[in-house]
């Protein structure tokens, strides 16, 4: 049975804000504070990872179509440069962002995380840095847990224009169809081990139901 609107926008912002962003935040504050002597203050490239996914991503859902598409003859058209470069734009619409500009982010960061695991040269990661993402002098600089901050600031934007504009609610449940939304939830499967065949819980689809969105405040105990 196809979900009514309020029920796909609550999964896709569960599972944006709780498994991607949320988390992405919680290892920003770790990556931020000078003297955190936990592993997870060298989370900088994981925090990039994912916030480098979201401005492809969102534009999917604005846009109501996937960024490769599928060709008569059986080949894919990818138009990923054109999607990053417009949910870029979205994310920061009142900056003067040129086209050359967002090319040098999307190939060095987003190409390179995607492709190698890692930006390619010409990309600065600090924690002194104030702005999520700029240029200096021709290199990228950016600091992850400001860039998670304004991305999430972006997304809670565009979630509350669902409810008021009717175009990009339109898009958004056209881009929840492609994604499977409507689909039933598998929350386990049987796999095949030494022992014989076994059934196991798995994590559910990531537009599975889930629990409400998570408060991602850290506790600290007082020394």
């Not at 003067?96 to 500009?101: E, G, I, R, Y």
Request: aromatic share 12%; net charge negative; proline share 4%.
């Amino acid at each position: 049975m196809p979900l009514n609107i309020d029920e796909k926008i609550r999964r896709f912002r569960f599972y944006v804000e709780t498994r991607q962003i949320g988390l992405a935040e919680c290892l920003g504050r770790h990556f931020e504070d000078k003297d955190d002597e936990t592993p997870f203050k060298q989370s900088g490239f994981v925090i990039l990872s994912i916030a480098s996914a979201y401005f492809e991503m969102i534009q999917q859902f604005i846009d109501g179509e996937e960024s490769a598409r599928e060709e008569n003859n059986g080949t894919f058209r990818s138009f990923s440069w054109d999607f990053f470069k417009r949910g870029f734009k979205d994310v920061y619409p009142g900056q003067q962002w040129t086209d050359d500009a967002i090319r040098k982010i999307y190939k060095i960061v987003r190409c390179g995380m995607y492709h190698g695991g890692m930006p390619k040269m010409g990309c600065h990661l600090s924690r002194d840095f104030k702005p999520g993402i700029h240029l200096c002098r021709g290199e990228i600089h950016i600091n992850p847990a400001a860039l998670v901050r304004e991305i999430h600031e972006h997304f809670n934007n565009y979630i509350d224009s669902l409810k008021v504009d009717a175009k990009k609610q339109a898009n958004f449940v056209a881009m929840c169809e492609i994604m499977g939304f409507d689909d039933d939830v598998v929350s386990g499967t049987h796999c095949d081990t030494p022992g014989g065949t076994i059934f196991t819980t798995t994590t559910s689809n990531p537009h599975a139901p889930g629990d409400e969105p998570m408060s991602w405040h850290v506790e600290t105990e007082e020394v």
